[in-house]
């Protein structure tokens, strides 16, 4: 194989990320195209694990947002139950994003809006039992079809992968951050 696969310390088969590398580097030769290494990677992870989840998710009726708000009250402990500020800042989306998940499961009959009974401009989403019969259901099988995609790594593997994972969008974050103002 030419430039892209003589630089890989595995033995892997040359896969559709060294092609498109080895095609840049045969057509642009001085184009730094080396994070295609990581990004398209990443990306053909991501998309091969969403439509993974978006089939999971579907058997259940529900979709990716749905299982987000579901996850986030249950991890937070009985009663089960968040405000939207907190399901947003868990979640990375805005309260409004949040007000339509909620609308949606609630709907649905897995959640329901309380007022708390001494500060009644606060709502909480408590989930319902019916939301906490699902969840369970649902986090069962999405954490072994998890763990069924990552079988293919030994347990120090996806340890160093979270780690570098995490460390990437450290990275991320810290290149989008502003920059000192020039004022």
Request: hydrophobic share 40%; proline share 4%; glycine share 6%.
């Amino acid at each position: 194989m030419g430039r892209a696969g003589s630089g890989r310390r595995d033995q892997r088969p040359a896969d559709a990320v060294d092609q498109a590398t080895e095609q840049w580097h045969e057509t642009w030769p001085d184009l730094d195209v080396s994070p295609l290494q990581v990004f398209g990677r990443l990306h053909r992870s991501y998309v091969r694990y969403a439509a993974s989840l978006t089939d999971l998710f579907a058997r259940h009726d529900i979709n990716i947002a749905s299982f987000d708000v579901l996850t986030a009250l249950r991890r937070s402990g009985a009663p089960y139950r968040m405000t939207s500020r907190d399901l947003a800042e868990s979640s990375l989306v805005s309260t409004g994003g949040v007000t339509l998940r909620v609308d949606r499961l609630e709907a649905a009959g897995l959640v329901t809006r309380e007022r708390d009974v001494d500060d009644r401009r606060v709502v909480y989403v408590r989930l319902t039992d019916a939301g906490l019969d699902k969840i369970h259901t649902v986090a069962r099988e999405h954490f072994a079809n998890e763990a069924d995609m990552l079988a293919g790594l030994e347990a120090d593997e996806r340890t160093e992968l979270g780690s570098l994972l995490s460390r990437l969008e450290t990275s991320i974050v810290t290149a989008k951050a502003p920059g000192p103002d020039p004022a």
